[in-house]
Each structure stands twice: as structure tokens, then as C-alpha cells.
């Protein structure tokens, strides 16, 4: 779990501080600047002209001026937020020209600030203007044709001699939030200043942010850094619109009609690219299906809103646009929240965050999200800040997200480093295992040699009519078949073990293997006069020789053993020779399936008679080698082993 990980004892935690600490005077002296220019920003707002502020609903968007002066309007604070709608919203504002005021400062003219810069249109009145009329602004019209040009919308008026209400009337697709204030033009200037200085810093982060991602998914190859550098981007290019930065940037010969449009889809490509990212991080986690796949069909939305823009219904893909921002943290929490991921590794080799700091991060971006967007939606009370909310909240999920990636790849980085190790560690172990088994072949083939030899002479001058001498015999072949068999398992283990294919006959191969076993006597055979094949003889002999061996050792004492030997047809419709060999159980009863061919298994009753338990074994590796297959059918009478062997030579079916 995340915080028995980041205990203080612990080496994730030294880690995490250690990572963390190259980034904290950076952090420190931005965050130090920001506030800065925010506090700079605030002071710098006294004097404000505006001492009143109302406003009234036009639901149908009929009102004049005239008109609107002789209804009843309802007081707000600072800024004023009515959500998305196609109503018309008038305010009214009372100048006061003589706040804050020194006796000996010239009387100039003030200017109306209005902020964000994505209202469509906003027309002021003044009754010091003749016809009322003083002018209108907004993204209906082109930002180089404005009086006053600037990342904001700026409209000069009189400072007049006594208190006065102007009027502004307020219609935007966008959402309808809008703060004013009436400056001088000394401290608009100001303003102004420190303004650009903090929309710089953040379109400067963002695009950093973007660089850094863009940077680590080309030297890690990691898609879900690649996805982060695409959110940067939409992110910058919202930032870019939302500020009025890209009103200053605005060619002459540009319609303002494209630039209000690229503010919309600039707004839903930013939702968009915070999808994409989130989709492409929390895959790794292997969300519940259901969870993924909600998360998959919300990525179309954006698709959708950009048709609806296309289309000309702007309000709609705007209002849409909110809403996913309401619902889509709640997918991305369930996503987190239903991963498999951690389960299935138990933490070993898993994803390189824990569970617990994932579904944190997501609880914390859910907040930041819900609170930006109830905010655009004019859900809560309004202030100057407000309007920015959606810059504050990509900014701060950015910084989020670059720590959560840097802790990631560090984790990533750290389990990396560990397998290598243990990859290596490996390495040793194997070829240590491989020195030691070569060591140990040529001490038995050393041993069998110097032990072959005199067994050899021994058989050649022992006198078999001598006492004893038939079991001395069988003892010595006893012991020659146990040499034979531990160099045959070296072989295979090793795998050295290559059949030397020639004609040969089956039958033949068969009458020396039943003439060579423990009990030729016991043996019936059945088989054909010849059965030619292509295989190595040797290696034939030992598996027909072993079964044999088992057969005669195993089965009931006095019984017979049957050998049958046929040729029929295989699974390809290829003809196949085939070998079953089957006898009663005695004490030792049937071998257990599972483990009949395994190195070195013997039945528990058999362990009264000598053997290695390797006899079975080299017969099914044997097989195998010439591309044959053994295989154990017992029935409820006798125990049966069937051999069959590929026929590569010409012969007919039994």
C-alpha cells in the first residue's frame, strides 16, 4: 500500500524526497512569481472607477437601452457569472470619478477593462455619449480593428464630472462570466504589465511541461509520456485563446470569425487531450472492462462537440464540453479504482505506482475538475479569479501530473535496474549449473569407462557353469544397464542426443531387444515378418530394451508379457508403426499417470526392487528424438505402454 511504502524507514520514501528535491527551489521560486503578480494584480486594482454594480436577464434579447434603464436590477459583487445561455445580460455600472482622486491629478479619461476574452460581443453606453452608444467589442469583431488593442477587451470612456451609470449589454455562446473595472490609464498600464508577465509564465510552463514529455516518450519509447506532451500542447493552445494572447497575435488579414471559432475548438481539444492522456495512462493499471470502455465511448465526445461546431451550434458543444468535464473524473476514478493491475503483480514487477496514490491523485483531480467547471457553469459565488479557473486548474493537474510521472519513472526506473540484476544473477547461476554439469559428464563418462571396461572382462572370463555364475551374469548386465542409462540421461539433459536415421527392420530390432530382456520366456510376439522403417537402431534398441526391462520387473511372476507390432494409420493420414506392450501388475500395482515418465519417479510398492527410476524417462525422450511418442493406456486389467514411430519407408497398412 502507498503510505506503508512512504514510511520514513522506507527506501520509497528517501526516493521520493530524494526526487523531489532537485525540483523544489524551481517550484519555490515560480510559485513565488505567480503570487507575486497576483498580489501585484490586487493592489494595483485601487482605485477602481466602478462603485455600483447590477444587472437584469433578457431572455429574449429584444431590450434597448432605453428601455433597460427603467427596470428593476439585481446588485453583484466584483464579477458576475450566468453560465452558458442564449440570453441577453445587461449590466449596469456606477462611475464615480472623483474615488481616489488627488486634488492636483489631471482629469483624464478612464478605460473599461473587461475581462475573460472570450465574450462574443459586449456594447457600452455612456449618457455622456450622444446617442449612448460608445462602442462594442468582443470576438465578433477583429481584435487590430478594437480602439485599444490588448489581450483583454478594453474600451475607452469619459471620466466625467459626477457619478454617472453606464451599460453594458452582454452576449456570448461562451460561458457568460465577465469582470469589469474602470481605470486610469496609469494603472491599466500596470496591470496590464504584470498580467502579460503571469499569462507568459504559464504559457511558458505549459509549453516546458509539453518539451518534457515530448523529450521522454523519444528517449524512454513511452506512449503515455507522448500523450502527456499532446495535453500540454491542447492545454497551451486553450491557454493561448483563453487569455487574449492569441487576440494579440491576430493577422489583420484573418477573419475574426476563425478567431472565435479556434477559441471553441481550442476549448475542446484541451478536453480532448486531458482524455487522450488519462485513457493512455490509466490502460497500464488494467481497469475493469466496463470502466475502460465507458472511458473509450466519453473520448468520442469531443469528436462530437467539434461536429456540433462545425455546424454552427457552438452553444451546445460548449455546454457538452462542461458537462464531460463534470463526468469524465468520475470515469477516470473508477478506471483507477477497478485496475488489476497491482493484484496481478503483487506488487513485483507491476505498475510503478500503488493503487492508493492513484485513486488519491484522482480524487484530488476530480476536485480540482468539479470545482472549474460548476464554476464556468455560474454554480458558485463569482469573483475576479473566477474567471481564470480553468487556466489555475490545468495548470496545477500539469504540476500534479509532472510529479506523479517523475515518481513513476523513477519506480520504473528502480524495477528496471532489479531485473537487470536478477537477470544477471541468473546468468551466473547458469553458467555455474553449466560448468558443474560439465564437470559431472565428464566424471561419468570417466567412471563409466574405467567401470565398462573390467565389467567387460569380467563377462568374457566368467565360466556361466560355474555356481553363480548365471546370477554374476545378470548382475554384471544389471549394472552395465544402469551405467548406460545415467550416460543416455546426460545426453538428453544436455541435449547432445542426435539420432543417426538408416533402413532398418523394426522386427529384427524388436526379436534382439525380447531375445536381450530379464525373461525372454515371458514374452509374446506378434509380429509381422518384416516392418522396415528409417531410424536409428541404437537408440530404438534402448527404448524397446528398457520397456521390456520394466515389463519383465513389474509384472505378476509366471505371467505373460505380449508384444504386438502393427502398422496403421496416424492422426495425418500418414502410416505409423506401432508397438504395444502391455502385462498383468504384480506387487508394485499400476504407475501413476501423471508421473510415470517423470525423471527418477518410482511407484511407492516398487521400491522393494532395485532401479533408477530413469527407464521410463529415456523411453519417452528417446521417442521423442527419432519423432515418435510413447504414451501409457492402462486399463483395469493390465498395465500397457504404446510406442509409435513414424514410418518413413514404403509399407502397407495391417
Not at 526392487?609 to 527407464?615: I, N, P, Y
Request: net charge positive; aromatic share 8%; proline share 6%.
Amino acid at each position: 500500500m502507498f503510505f506503508s511504502q512512504l514510511r520514513p524507514s522506507s527506501p520509497h520514501f528517501s526516493a521520493f524526497i530524494r526526487l523531489l528535491r532537485w525540483q523544489t527551489f524551481a517550484w519555490v521560486l515560480l510559485w513565488a512569481l505567480l503570487w507575486y503578480g497576483i498580489g501585484g494584480l490586487q493592489v494595483s486594482q485601487a482605485p477602481d472607477y466602478i462603485v455600483e454594480r447590477s444587472w437584469l436577464a433578457d431572455p429574449s434579447g429584444q431590450l434597448q437601452w432605453a428601455a433597460v434603464q427603467q427596470q428593476a436590477t439585481k446588485p453583484f459583487r466584483e464579477t458576475l457569472s450566468r453560465g452558458y445561455g442564449t440570453g441577453v445580460v445587461w449590466m449596469r455600472l456606477r462611475i464615480d470619478p472623483h474615488v481616489g482622486l488627488a486634488p492636483s491629478s489631471p482629469p483624464d479619461g478612464l478605460v473599461l477593462r473587461m475581462r475573460p476574452a472570450y465574450l462574443d460581443e459586449v456594447v457600452v453606453f455612456d449618457p455622456l455619449v450622444p446617442g449612448g452608444r460608445v462602442g462594442a467589442v468582443g470576438d465578433l469583431y477583429h481584435p487590430r480593428l478594437d480602439v485599444m488593442q490588448g489581450p483583454n477587451f478594453l474600451m475607452p470612456i469619459a471620466r466625467g464630472d459626477a457619478p454617472r451609470d453606464i451599460w453594458l449589454r452582454l452576449t456570448s455562446t461562451s460561458a457568460r462570466q465577465i469582470h469589469m473595472a474602470a481605470l486610469d490609464r496609469s494603472t491599466l498600464d500596470a496591470e496590464v504589465l504584470r498580467e502579460n508577465l503571469l499569462v507568459s509564465l504559464y504559457i511558458g510552463l505549459l509549453m516546458v511541461l509539453m518539451v518534457w514529455g515530448l523529450a521522454s516518450s523519444m528517449v524512454y519509447r513511452e506512449g503515455v509520456m507522448a500523450a502527456f506532451a499532446v495535453m500540454q500542447l491542447t492545454a497551451g493552445l486553450f491557454g493561448l485563446s483563453s487569455t487574449g494572447m492569441l487576440r494579440v497575435l491576430w493577422p489583420l488579414d484573418w477573419s475574426a470569425h476563425t478567431l472565435n471559432m479556434l477559441g471553441s475548438m481550442f476549448s475542446v481539444l484541451a478536453v480532448f487531450g486531458g482524455m487522450l492522456f488519462h485513457w493512455r495512462f490509466l490502460r497500464e493499471f488494467q481497469p475493469a472492462r466496463w470502466a475502460i470502455g465507458l472511458l473509450i465511448g466519453m473520448l468520442a465526445l469531443p469528436g462530437v462537440n467539434l461536429v456540433l461546431l462545425a455546424l454552427g451550434h457552438v452553444l451546445w458543444a460548449l455546454q457538452i464540453n462542461v458537462l464531460n468535464i463534470l463526468l469524465v473524473p468520475l470515469v477516470f476514478l473508477m478506471c483507477a479504482a477497478t485496475g488489476r493491475a497491482w493484484a496481478a503483480n503483487n506488487g513485483a514487477g507491476g505498475p510503478g505506482l500503488s493503487q492508493r496514490i492513484v485513486v488519491i491523485f484522482y480524487l484530488v483531480f476530480l476536485a480540482i475538475l468539479v470545482l472549474s467547471a460548476i464554476a464556468t457553469l455560474g454554480w458558485l459565488p463569482a469573483t475576479e479569479w473566477t474567471i481564470y479557473l480553468s487556466q489555475l486548474q490545468s495548470l496545477v493537474s500539469s504540476v500534479l501530473l509532472l510529479l506523479l510521472l517523475q515518481y513513476r519513472a523513477h519506480i520504473l526506473v528502480k524495477q528496471h535496474h532489479q531485473a537487470l540484476l536478477t537477470w544477471e544473477k541468473a546468468s551466473l547461476q547458469v553458467a555455474h549449473e553449466r560448468h558443474m554439469r560439465e564437470d559431472q559428464e565428464k566424471l561419468m563418462a570417466m567412471l563409466a569407462h574405467e567401470i565398462k571396461t573390467p565389467l567387460a572382462t569380467m563377462h568374457l572370463r566368467l565360466d556361466g557353469d560355474a555356481k553363480g555364475g548365471q546370477a554374476m551374469r545378470k548382475a554384471m548386465r544389471d549394472m552395465d544397464g544402469v551405467i548406460e542409462r545415467c550416460l543416455q540421461t546426460l545426453r538428453i539433459g544436455d541435449r547432445r542426443l542426435a539420432p543417426r536415421l538408416q533402413g532398418c527392420d523394426l522386427v529384427t530390432i524388436t526379436q534382439d531387444a525380447v531375445a536381450s530382456c530379464p525373461q525372454p520366456g515371458q514374452v509374446r510376439l506378434d509380429v509381422p515378418a518384416s516392418l522396415p522403417l528409417e531410424t536409428d537402431p541404437q537408440l530404438l534398441y534402448l527404448v524397446l530394451s528398457n520397456l521390456l526391462e520394466n515389463a519383465c520387473k513389474y509384472s505378476a511372476p509366471g505371467t505373460p508379457i505380449e508384444l504386438h507390432c502393427s502398422v496403421v494409420q496416424g492422426p495425418s493420414a500418414q502410416p505409423v508403426a506401432r508397438l504395444e506392450l502391455s502385462n498383468l501388475p504384480g506387487r508394485a500395482g499400476w504407475p501413476d499417470p501423471a508421473q510415470v515418465f517423470d525423471k527418477y519417479y518410482r511407484a511407492p510398492q516398487a521400491q522393494r526392487q532395485s532401479g533408477t527410476g530413469l527407464g521410463l524417462y529415456l523411453v519417452n525422450n528417446l521417442a521423442q528424438a527419432l519423432g515418435g511418442q510413447v504414451t501409457y493406456q492402462p486399463d483395469a486389467t493390465v498395465v500397457r505402454f504404446v510406442l509409435t514411430l513414424p514410418a518413413t519407408l514404403p509399407i502397407a497398412l495391417s
